[in-house]
């Protein structure tokens, strides 16, 4: 699989429990309303901070399992 953005080949990390629930949550918000979920509405789902928010999309990121633009909202894409 290659990254969307820089075209190099990404191999997808297994995910912890925890991001495999952030990762399916995105996964069926994208499919139900065609378009990303917000950093608040993923905190407000998991009733936790927006800085372990973006720590958990970081580490989806890393892994391989989601792409998002730099400093544009609602950009997450499954991979």
Known sequence: MKC???NHE??????????Q?????????????NEAPSY???????STTKSNVARYILNLQERGWVAK???KART???L
């Open 4 to 6: 969307p953005h820089c």
């Open 10 to 19: 990404i191999k997808k990390v297994p995910l912890t429990l925890k991001m």
């Open 21 to 33: 629930k952030v990762f399916n949550f995105i996964d069926m918000y994208i499919k139900e309303k």
């Open 40 to 46: 608040d509405e993923i905190m407000n789902h998991f």
């Open 69 to 71: 633009e730099m400093y």
């Open 76 to 78: 997450l894409k499954i």
